[in-house]
C-alpha cells in the first residue's frame, strides 16, 4: 500500500492539530497503522499505532491522554487528534503501516515496510 501523511503546520503551546495518514492500495483493513515522529537531532520514536480490524490503540506514555489515534476503513485513512501540544511535541511525524506478526511489535519501526512521507508539526512556546 502507499501511505500519505498530512495535517502538519505551526500550532501554538496548547493547541491541537490532526493529522491524517491516507492510504491506497488494497487490504488496509488488514494493516496495523502507526505514527512515529522524528524530533530534530534525534532518533526516530514511537507515538501511537491502531491495530488492524478491532481497532486495538496503543500509545506512548507522554502522548497517553493528549492524542487519540482512530481509523477509518471505509475511508482507508487513520486519524492523530493531537490535543494540549507542547514545544516538545515539535517533529517530522511518520505514519507507518504494515500485517505485523505480532502485536507487540507495533511499537517498533523496523516492522512496519510502508511509509508515508512525513509532515512537519511545529509548536510554538
Known amino acids: 500500500i502507499q501511505l500519505q501523511a498530512f495535517g502538519g503546520g505551526l500550532v501554538q503551546a496548547g493547541g491541537f492539530r490532526r493529522l491524517s495518514c491516507s492510504a491506497s492500495?488494497?487490504?488496509?483493513?488488514?494493516?496495523?497503522v502507526a505514527w512515529f515522529r522524528q524530533a530534530p537531532g534525534k532518533e526516530r520514536e514511537f507515538v501511537s499505532a491502531?491495530?488492524?480490524?478491532?481497532?486495538?490503540?496503543y500509545y506512548d506514555d507522554f502522548v497517553k491522554g493528549r492524542f487519540t489515534i482512530s481509523r477509518d476503513n471505509d475511508k482507508k485513512t487513520v486519524y492523530l487528534q493531537m490535543n494540549s501540544l507542547q514545544p516538545e511535541d515539535t517533529a517530522v511525524y511518520y505514519c507507518?503501516?504494515?500485517?505485523?506478526?505480532?502485536?507487540?511489535?507495533?511499537?517498533?519501526?523496523?516492522?512496519?515496510?510502508?511509509w508515508g512521507q512525513g509532515t512537519l508539526v511545529t509548536v510554538s512556546s
Open positions: 492500495g488494497r487490504g488496509f483493513i488488514n494493516y496495523t
Open positions: 507507518a503501516a504494515d500485517r505485523l506478526l505480532h502485536d507487540y511489535d507495533h511499537d517498533h519501526d523496523r516492522y512496519y515496510n510502508f
Open positions: 491502531v491495530k488492524y480490524r478491532v481497532g486495538t490503540t
